[in-house]
């Protein structure tokens, strides 16, 4: 791995994601609990193709290659800079040959990448309907938490087109979507398969759900797995969360 002072600006700092892996983050571009969850949620098998949408510093990407590494990454994202830092990481981690970054809109991906050749798709979406709540005045955090630059309906139709039969797209979101995210999904020929809460802890309402879908799949058949709790009875980290973050935990749990 290069030395930290070769592949940093101004603002970033590295952060290990464990078993040898980091990524530069910043302000700007960083990740959260709810990627986490979403890489882990989608893990991917090794012989699969992946596409991260909406990649940001990558964390889903490299969180993929922390344990068994599929075989192909496509990392796409819109914001320069964000694709220029990830790019840097890709690097960083000597995964060049495994992780592709893109700088491109996914609403203008067809023909760019060919069609049906993903297994998998994952993406942490902007979580505020366009025009919705409070408007970052900051363009990179308000494209990343508000659908200035594309729908749920966008992501769904990108994925359609770029997904195998049978392919899986994987998205968190806020429980109030919900519907909005499964509709989409179903509208695009994607078929909602597996769908998971998360509450902080017990008495708490859902703060976040998974959900996979699988391209052209036959209507029904959603499976409820249980609820995914952050934290114990006694107010720290539960078991399974523990296990989730994984190397990671050190020095965040």
């Not at 969850?37 to 193709?49: I, Q």
């Not at 998998?120 to 900051?138: E, H, L, Q, T």
Request: net charge neutral; aromatic share 4%.
């Amino acid at each position: 791995m290069c030395a930290e002072k070769t592949v940093l600006k101004d603002g970033e700092h590295i952060e290990p994601l464990g078993n040898g892996i980091s990524v530069i983050v910043s302000n700007e571009n960083r990740f959260s609990t709810d990627t986490i969850l979403l890489a882990n949620f989608s893990e991917p098998k090794k012989h699969e193709r992946c596409i991260e949408f909406g990649a940001g510093c990558g964390a889903i990407s490299f969180i993929w290659c922390r344990n068994t590494p599929p075989k192909r990454i496509i990392s796409v994202e819109l914001q320069k800079q964000a694709a220029e830092m990830m790019q840097r990481s890709v690097s960083m981690n000597e995964l060049d040959e495994r992780i592709t970054v893109m700088n491109e809109d996914l609403r203008t991906l067809k023909g760019k990448l060919p069609s049906g050749s993903a297994d998998m798709i994952a993406m942490n979406p902007p979580y505020k309907i366009g025009g919705g709540g409070i408007v970052n005045p900051d363009q990179q955090k308000r494209i990343a938490r508000h659908e200035t630059e594309c729908t749920i309906d966008d992501i769904t139709a990108a994925a359609c087109d770029l997904l195998r039969f049978g392919g899986r797209l994987c998205l968190c979101q806020r429980p109030e979507r919900l519907t909005d995210v499964l509709l989409s999904m179903r509208n695009a020929g994607i078929e909602p398969k597996r769908l998971r809460l998360v509450q902080q802890r017990k008495n708490k309402a859902p703060k976040l759900f998974l959900v996979e879908g699988k391209r052209g799949a036959r209507s029904g058949g959603l499976v409820t797995l249980p609820t995914l709790l952050i934290e114990d009875d006694s107010g720290n980290f539960s078991e399974e969360m523990i296990g989730i973050y994984g190397d990671y935990k050190s020095g965040h749990l």
